[in-house]
């Protein structure tokens, strides 16, 4: 079956280091996106990318970083620099761009300790 | 400012009903609008999509409405059932790769 994978599923942070989550697809989509989502407000979006070697900074990017290196994959760095990182973080992707809906994993849950 | 506003209390109902939740906007004019389903601790998952020139859409026993003059959209779920108990996500799209997420309602549908 096609779909989005993110791992880990849960994942803890100590202060001031520098995390990765993993989102891979087999749907073949061209435009993979990182949400964030907080208790009470709507997903932000931190990063979105068009095609492979290129990505673009959303509403929430600082802190932040991804890499597009292959079509498939789309992982998300939290940086020591995002200070309040606890959310939960969805992957997403698209057939060229949101206007079929997007695909979203079922996220992973990040909690600094 | 621009806002998108769902209903933060629960909805609750009992089975059998039909089920109304609601997403208001303010100054944006989106070209699309779509609404999910999110379960606890999983991701969302797209239902369906209205263009802002669409009246109605339907799907199975799912009914989303736009008015682009009230800046509204409505989500019906006829004959709702306990496993339509979820909560719900409306989203403005305006083409490209600009979305606007709502909060959610949290649907509770007793037996």
């Known amino acids: 079956d096609g779909g989005i994978t993110q791992s880990p599923k849960y994942l803890f942070r100590k202060e001031g280091q520098n995390v990765t989550l993993s989102c891979e697809q087999n749907?073949?989509?061209?435009?993979m996106y990182w949400y964030r989502q907080d208790p009470g407000q709507g997903l932000r979006l931190i990063y979105y990318?068009?095609?492979?070697?290129?990505?673009q900074k959303g509403d929430i990017a600082e802190g932040y970083s991804v890499s597009r290196e292959k079509k498939e994959s789309f992982p998300l760095t939290v940086t020591s620099a995002q200070k309040n990182p606890t959310a939960f973080y969805l992957c997403?992707?698209?057939?060229?761009?949101?206007?079929?809906?997007?695909?979203f994993g079922s996220g992973t849950r990040l909690t600094v300790v | 400012s621009q806002k998108i506003e769902q209903n933060s209390e629960a909805l609750n109902i009992q089975e059998g009903k039909t089920a109304t939740l609601t997403c208001n906007y303010t100054?944006?004019?989106?070209?699309?609008l779509q609404w999910y389903r999110q379960d606890p601790g999983r991701g969302p998952v797209f239902l369906l999509l209205?263009?802002?020139?669409?009246k109605e859409k339907r799907k199975e026993r799912l009914k989303v409405t736009f008015d682009t003059t009230l800046k509204q959209s409505l989500f019906h779920i006829t004959a709702s059932q306990p496993a339509d108990s979820a909560t719900y996500l409306c989203?403005?799209?305006?083409?490209?790769?600009?979305?606007?997420f709502g909060a959610g309602t949290r649907l509770f549908v007793k037996a």
């Open positions: 749907l073949n989509h061209d435009a």
């Open positions: 989203a403005l799209d305006f083409g490209g790769f600009k979305t606007i």
């Open positions: 997403a992707s698209s057939v060229a761009g949101p206007t079929y809906g997007y695909t």
């Open positions: 990318s068009q095609i492979v070697n290129d990505f």
């Open positions: 100054n944006y004019s989106p070209a699309y």
């Open positions: 209205i263009r802002e020139n669409e």
